[in-house]
Nanobody, 131 residues
Framework: VQLLESGGGSVQSGGSLRLSCAAS????????MAWFRQAPGKEREGVAS???????SYTDSVKGRFTISQYNAKTTLYLQMNSLEPEDTAMYYC??????????????????????????WGQGTQVTVSS
């Protein structure tokens, strides 16, 4: 699995950027995609993710400003970032987490679940927001 991010850059506070992640060498139905970021001196944190059921999740600080989406036969992951703030300055990483599907003979239903730790990472793209 290869993940290649692009779209980072420098913008002023209030501006917008769209990050892209081109994925190859994988079957999209087998992975849950996500965006992480790491600011200097801070731990890497999850920003947005597409869950096993197709729903999306966001960390509180970006809710209402960032949107994660997946297009082009699921081979391209996007992160639309609006109303950017200096606190959003970080290296942004695309990540793929393996999806497992289990069948319960008791409930006669399938359950999909994403691994909690990413299995593959991109090389990152820098986002810098100035005030």
């Amino acid at each position: 699995v290869q993940l290649l991010e692009s779209g980072g850059g420098s913008v002023q506070s209030g501006g917008s950027l769209r990050l892209s992640c081109a994925a190859s060498g994988y079957t999209y139905s087998s992975y849950c995609m996500a965006w992480f970021r790491q600011a200097p001196g801070k731990e890497r944190e999850g920003v947005a993710s597409i869950n096993a059921d197709g729903s999306t999740s966001y960390t509180d600080s970006v809710k209402g400003r960032f949107t994660i989406s997946q297009y082009n036969a699921k081979t391209t992951l996007y992160l639309q970032m609006n109303s950017l703030e200096p606190e959003d300055t970080a290296m942004y990483y695309c990540a793929a987490r393996k999806k497992t599907v289990t069948y319960s003979y008791l409930t006669r239903a399938y359950t999909s679940k994403c691994s909690s730790v990413p299995d593959y990472w991109g090389q990152g793209t820098q986002v810098t927001v100035s005030s």
